[in-house]
């Protein structure tokens, strides 16, 4: 990850929640951002920038051209340097043709060396190496460069993250002004992510949004004083809304959702919102016959809640995720796997009162179930695993993130599941090395997590190194991980991505 000419300065790298941050500019709007979707990508992202050297050496290293070397990872603050010339407009929020950009005629270098760093064929190639956050910014170097970024291709499965304050521009006078959203809709991003808005600023987003009406799939509304209202309009006027997300919305009520969601709605993720109760659910499982995919994060769900779902949802929905449904029993997961019996990926994070009982139910029901996350279930014990060994096979998937009671015991029944892939066992405090040996014979391992486990010594990690097919290892607070064993890693497992 070291820059062979600047010391060892890293590339910028993407925090691991996906978001990116555009850097500030003079208009006050420099904290807008953008949500990746992949993990894939993210990881991607994380490692050395692999550009191919198409462009001349003599143009790639010369030092006065607004141009990235490409013999080394890209760095932003070089880039910032020369990307945009003073009172340049933020990406994305204004895409004035009148801004001061330079043209290709006044880059410096010779004619032929102007030519290659505008050539499209070549920009098309090489833009496709940079991060959400260097696009932003290359595209700010001149004008031919933003043409060939501000293709869609470029920002397909990116989110645009907007607060309340960076919609609008405070004028001389003192009166607001919608800002432009044109740069976002000449890249045709058909999601997005508002933060803090009210019904007012739902209303004007949809009247200065160009694709508003029909070109918008995915909305999600965060921290936000939307009211039933606001839902309603916002619902009705954006017909190709698809995916709904509302987290931390406290201000609208289970009688707004009743007459605010439509059927074409497919996927429906909502967390932290006070109101939401059983009645809620009620109104999801009838008025969302379509639904593919359901994120719950509600403490005041029962168990007769999971009863409601109809037969056609049953057939539909082959994602569920109960995120620290406190009130769900064992009772409530027999309801769930006789109304929802496709399921291929399942969360019971949190549920706190789910048992070994509940995850018998699940393995012996939902056989088709290709992920399933139990973290945080502190009743959970080896037993639960014997269960998923034998009938979960499938199963690519396993989260037991603060599952305290699993032991080496519960590894050895999960070392015969042939097509695990990821396992996550961060903060499992009897897991020994013992219980390493057992995932020695997993070949199909791809992603192994035992971030926080106190009893893992050096020596017992250092045995992973057998399993060769590993590309992500995390041991993040795991008191056995030294810098030898990071150093021995890197011998043994070049091409695992070791997270410290």
Request: charged residues 20%.
């Given at each position: 990850?070291?820059?062979?000419?600047?010391?060892?300065?890293?590339?910028?790298?993407?925090?691991?929640n996906?978001?990116?941050?555009?850097?500030?500019?003079?208009?006050g709007?420099g904290?807008?951002?953008?949500?990746?979707?992949?993990?894939?990508?993210?990881?991607?992202?994380?490692?050395?920038?692999s550009v191919?050297?198409i462009?001349?050496p003599?143009?790639?290293?010369?030092?006065?051209?607004?141009?990235?070397?490409l013999?080394s990872?890209?760095s932003?603050a070089?880039?910032?340097?020369?990307?945009?010339?003073?009172?340049?407009?933020?990406?994305g929020?204004?895409?004035?043709?009148?801004s001061?950009?330079?043209?290709p005629?006044?880059?410096?270098?010779?004619?032929?060396?102007?030519?290659?760093a505008?050539?499209?064929k070549?920009?098309?190639?090489?833009?496709w190496?940079?991060?959400?956050?260097?696009?932003c910014?290359?595209a700010?170097?001149?004008?031919?460069?933003?043409?060939?970024?501000?293709?869609p291709?470029?920002w397909?499965g990116?989110?645009?993250v907007?607060?309340t304050?960076?919609?609008?521009?405070?004028?001389?006078?003192?009166?607001?002004?919608?800002?432009?959203?044109?740069?976002f809709?000449?890249?045709?991003?058909?999601?997005?992510?508002l933060?803090?808005?009210?019904?007012?600023?739902?209303?004007?987003?949809i009247?200065?949004?160009?694709?508003?009406?029909?070109?918008?799939?995915?909305?999600?509304?965060?921290?936000?004083?939307i009211?039933?209202a606001?839902?309603e309009v916002?619902?009705?006027?954006m017909?190709?809304?698809?995916?709904?997300?509302l987290s931390?919305c406290?201000?609208?009520?289970?009688?707004?959702?009743?007459?605010?969601?439509?059927?074409?709605i497919t996927?429906?993720?909502?967390?932290?919102?006070?109101?939401?109760?059983?009645?809620?659910?009620?109104?999801?499982?009838?008025?969302?016959p379509?639904?593919?995919e359901?994120?719950?994060?509600?403490?005041?769900?029962?168990?007769?809640?999971?009863?409601?779902?109809?037969a056609k949802q049953?057939?539909?929905?082959h994602?569920?995720r109960l995120n620290?449904c406190w009130?769900?029993?064992?009772?409530?997961?027999?309801?769930?796997?006789h109304?929802l019996?496709?399921?291929?990926?399942?969360?019971?994070?949190?549920?706190?009162?789910?048992?070994?009982?509940?995850?018998?139910?699940?393995?012996?029901?939902?056989?088709?179930l290709?992920?399933?996350?139990?973290?945080?279930?502190?009743r959970?014990?080896?037993?639960?695993?014997?269960?998923i060994?034998?009938?979960?096979?499938k199963?690519?998937e396993?989260?037991?993130?603060?599952?305290?009671?699993?032991?080496d015991?519960?590894?050895?029944?999960?070392?015969?599941m042939?097509?695990l892939?990821?396992?996550?066992?961060r903060?499992?405090?009897?897991?020994?090395?013992?219980?390493?040996?057992h995932?020695?014979?997993?070949?199909s391992?791809?992603?192994l997590?035992?971030?926080?486990?106190?009893?893992?010594?050096?020596?017992?990690?250092s045995?992973l190194?057998?399993l060769q097919?590993?590309e992500?290892?995390e041991?993040?607070?795991?008191?056995?991980?030294?810098?030898?064993?990071?150093?021995y890693f890197?011998?043994?497992?070049?091409?695992?991505?070791?997270?410290?």
């Amino acid at each position: 990850m070291s820059n062979p000419r600047n010391g060892d300065t890293k590339p910028p790298c993407l925090p691991r929640n996906g978001l990116v941050k555009i850097p500030t500019q003079p208009n006050g709007l420099g904290s807008a951002s953008i949500t990746k979707g992949t993990p894939a990508v993210k990881n991607r992202l994380c490692q050395p920038s692999s550009v191919p050297a198409i462009l001349s050496p003599a143009l790639a290293h010369r030092s006065d051209l607004p141009i990235p070397s490409l013999a080394s990872p890209l760095s932003l603050a070089t880039l910032a340097s020369v990307s945009s010339p003073p009172g340049a407009p933020l990406v994305g929020l204004n895409t004035s043709e009148g801004s001061e950009q330079p043209s290709p005629e006044r880059l410096p270098g010779s004619p032929s060396e102007r030519q290659l760093a505008v050539d499209e064929k070549i920009l098309n190639r090489l833009f496709w190496y940079f991060s959400a956050c260097e696009k932003c910014v290359l595209a700010q170097v001149c004008k031919a460069w933003r043409r060939v970024l501000y293709q869609p291709k470029f920002w397909v499965g990116l989110t645009p993250v907007l607060h309340t304050k960076e919609l609008y521009n405070v004028l001389p006078g003192g009166e607001k002004e919608f800002v432009s959203l044109q740069g976002f809709a000449v890249r045709g991003f058909d999601g997005f992510c508002l933060v803090g808005v009210s019904d007012l600023d739902i209303c004007e987003f949809i009247d200065n949004y160009p694709l508003s009406k029909k070109g918008v799939k995915s909305m999600s509304l965060k921290r936000s004083t939307i009211t039933d209202a606001g839902l309603e309009v916002m619902l009705e006027q954006m017909q190709g809304v698809v995916r709904l997300e509302l987290s931390g919305c406290n201000d609208f009520t289970e009688a707004g959702l009743w007459s605010s969601l439509n059927a074409r709605i497919t996927a429906l993720s909502v967390s932290d919102c006070i109101n939401v109760a059983d009645d809620a659910i009620a109104a999801i499982s009838q008025l969302l016959p379509n639904l593919t995919e359901l994120n719950l994060q509600a403490y005041h769900v029962t168990d007769t809640a999971l009863a409601y779902f109809t037969a056609k949802q049953g057939y539909t929905t082959h994602t569920l995720r109960l995120n620290s449904c406190w009130e769900i029993t064992n009772h409530g997961v027999v309801n769930m796997v006789h109304s929802l019996p496709n399921l291929s990926v399942l969360s019971l994070s949190g549920c706190s009162k789910v048992t070994d009982d509940g995850v018998e139910l699940v393995a012996e029901n939902l056989r088709k179930l290709r992920s399933l996350d139990l973290s945080w279930c502190p009743r959970i014990t080896d037993m639960a695993l014997e269960y998923i060994a034998c009938d979960l096979h499938k199963l690519e998937e396993l989260v037991l993130d603060r599952c305290v009671r699993i032991t080496d015991t519960g590894l050895s029944y999960l070392s015969t599941m042939s097509s695990l892939r990821s396992l996550y066992l961060r903060w499992c405090c009897q897991v020994q090395d013992f219980g390493l040996k057992h995932l020695l014979s997993m070949g199909s391992l791809r992603l192994l997590s035992l971030a926080g486990c106190p009893l893992l010594t050096t020596t017992g990690l250092s045995g992973l190194v057998q399993l060769q097919e590993l590309e992500e290892l995390e041991l993040t607070n795991c008191p056995g991980a030294t810098p030898e064993l990071f150093k021995y890693f890197s011998q043994h497992l070049p091409c695992c991505m070791v997270i410290e």
